[in-house]
């Protein structure tokens, strides 16, 4: 088969051809891959930023395929696997429904080959259906990118002002997703950044603007997908009292000091890590509601280098999708 493989830090993609075909074991399915998205985290691995302790690795971790080793693919055609790839079943997180934090869970497209490949294998326990009427390049970004912004979304309670700090492909899905619940989303973006401003208001945001700026009323929750600490102290200075500032990245740059007046009031920051199973089916079940509607711009695999640098420039709005 082949793949696009990371062999190490500074070192560019490398399409490769793999024999045979991984197979799987107890426990896990066979996958031909449909599409594989492209995150923010895929960067991150591939500058260090967060280590992959065991190269070479097949990256990426929102992967639509269809089932070839299991009897009942004739009932799931096509499942999406995310992030969170393996979990131990044992330990005091996953005994207690916090299965994110387990102490040895693996991650796809890290620790496990991930789907920037014509085939990949995967935890049948980590492996969702596909909501009907998605295509396969829509459906993949709602398996990372709306999957942690959903888990945030939990972490922002009622808040009826809601901000977004980066507003790419998990904003994107999220703004659909709390409008569609009420509430007021105010969009952040890199300075200058026009077409992701617009893109935000055709999604229904109340204001968009550069990160930098004020909106014309407090929030009462913020959440930042942007790798960027700063933006957590900006965030910080436009809440009410009584918020909650989210970091939803896997990584982000050191948070500078910041009075604490900027947090007195009961504000709060938190981060969120990684997804469950119950963010996976919750969401699943509730896009094709509202419906979200995801933006992609599509690859093809040898060109999932292009793609990532695409991501890093800010070249498109949404998201990306590698088609093997």
């Known amino acids: 088969m082949r793949a696009m493989v990371f062999e190490g830090v500074g070192r560019p993609l490398r399409m490769v051809e793999r024999h045979p075909v991984p197979q799987p074991g107890p426990g896990q399915l066979l996958l031909k891959v449909r599409a594989c998205g492209v995150c923010r985290t ?20 929102q992967i639509v ?43 796809t497209g890290r620790d496990i080959d991930g789907g920037m490949a014509e085939y990949a ?23 990372c990118a709306g999957l942690i912004g959903y888990r945030a979304l939990r972490m922002c309670g009622t808040a009826r002002r809601l901000g977004l700090y980066g507003f790419g492909a998990a904003a994107h899905i999220l703004t659909q997703a709390a409008c569609e619940q009420g509430r007021e989303v105010y969009a952040f973006t890199r300075e200058g950044d026009s077409a992701a401003q617009a893109f935000a208001r055709e999604l229904g945001v109340v204001w968009a603007g550069h990160s930098g700026q004020a909106p014309p009323r407090e929030l009462d929750a913020a959440i930042v ?55 996976a089916e919750e ?17 093809p695999l040898e060109a999932a280098a292009r793609a990532l640098e695409d991501l890093r420039a800010g070249r498109f709005t949404g998201a990306a999708v590698i088609v093997p």
């Open 42 to 61: 895929d960067l991150h691995l591939l500058d260090g930023e967060v280590p992959i302790e065991h190269p070479p690795r097949i990256l990426g971790h």
């Open 65 to 107: 395929g269809s089932v070839l080793s299991d009897p009942r693919s004739v009932d799931r055609p096509r499942v999406g696997v995310p992030w969170l790839g393996w979990t131990c079943g044992e330990c005091e997180y996953c005994r207690t429904e916090r299965e994110n934090l387990c102490r040895r869970a693996r991650f």
């Open 121 to 143: 294998v995967a935890d049948e326990r980590y492996c969702f259906p596909i909501p009907d009427g998605y295509p396969d390049a829509q459906a993949a970004p709602l398996l």
């Open 225 to 279: 997908f942007a790798p960027d600490g700063s933006l957590v102290v900006r965030a910080l200075q436009v809440l009410a009292a009584g918020g909650v500032v989210v970091c939803g990245g896997i990584h982000m740059s050191d948070i500078p000091s910041f009075p604490y007046s900027s947090l007195w009031k009961e504000r709060v920051v938190r981060s969120v890590a990684n997804l469950t199973r119950r963010d």
């Open 283 to 299: 969401f699943l079940a509730l896009a094709p509601r509202v419906p979200v509607v995801t933006r992609v711009s599509s690859y």
